[in-house]
């Protein structure tokens, strides 16, 4: 069992690394030209290089983060581990990696609230410009909007679903979504989505095009969302197609509101 479980550690470094060079391409020329013929010979240099650059690639995120190691003492580590002998006991070889992942952990997390925290910085300064620009109209919860295009359809309501194409991006530029470029529109209801889209798209005609700008509040607030950092303002460009009908069903009339 021990053994299986070391393979599939190995499989998973492999598979990491063979991931991220397909992403980035390696043009490093290889130092020392090495016998590369028999199955054994390239399946031994295929781990070993794997190994390398997955290791690298660990390695150089955690460079950001403060703490930098010594290439050649891993290189002796490993050394040591392929020849079953150990300058230090099993003890403190966890003692050391208990210390190694901690303080990794305390520089993330110091870093994440530090980025937060430049991000809401940031993203007020934006919104208080962007507030003063000629067309633009702030509501009162701090969603910002512009019409682009002014239709002449009826408005949804948060209870609707609506169809839609839609360019989101950061506030620099960087784009994170785009309906455009999947080629085909969006359809949701209105209520089960951020807060400021669900109230941007009700001030929409159909056949309106706004751009939104949302405070991070009414987006995806502290936690971020996939390459959205925490904090962030995002800007929206919306195009509402229309309010989806189901037309196999009988229009219901409203139930009455509660007294």
Not at 125 to 144: E, F
Not at 152 to 159: N, S, Y
Not at 221 to 235: F, K, R, T, Y
Request: include cysteine; glycine fraction near 6%.
């Amino acid at each position: 069992m021990k053994k299986m479980i070391k393979m599939s550690l190995l499989a998973v470094a492999v598979t990491v690394s063979l991931a991220a060079c397909q992403k980035e391409e390696v043009k490093a020329p290889v130092a020392d030209k090495v016998e590369l013929k028999t199955f054994e010979q390239q399946s031994a240099y295929a781990i070993g290089l794997s190994m390398g650059r997955y290791i690298n690639s660990t390695l150089s995120r955690q460079q950001d983060l403060g703490v930098k190691l010594d290439n050649e003492l891993i290189l002796d580590g490993v050394k040591d581990g392929l020849a079953k002998k150990a300058q230090m006991s099993d003890a403190d070889i966890e003692k050391a990696l208990k210390a190694y992942d901690q303080k990794i952990n305390e520089a993330a997390t110091k870093k994440a609230e530090s980025d937060a925290k430049a991000s809401l910085d940031n993203g007020k300064k934006y919104l208080d410009d962007n507030a003063k620009k000629q067309g633009v109209t702030v509501t009162k919860s701090g969603l910002q909007y512009e019409v682009l295009t002014m239709g002449t359809g009826e408005k949804p309501k948060a209870t609707d679903e609506v169809r839609v194409h839609y360019l989101g991006t950061l506030t620099n530029g960087t784009k994170f979504d785009s309906s455009y470029d999947r080629k085909e529109p969006a359809e949701f209801p209105l209520d089960r989505v951020i807060p400021g889209w669900t109230e941007g798209v009700q001030l929409m005609p159909v056949g309106s095009k706004f751009k939104f700008t949302l405070p991070a509040n009414l987006a995806y607030g502290e936690q971020g969302a996939g390459s959205i950092p925490p904090n962030s303002v995002l800007v929206f460009e919306v195009e509402l197609l229309e309010i989806v009908k189901d037309q196999a069903k009988p229009a219901e009339a409203a139930p009455e509101a509660k007294k």
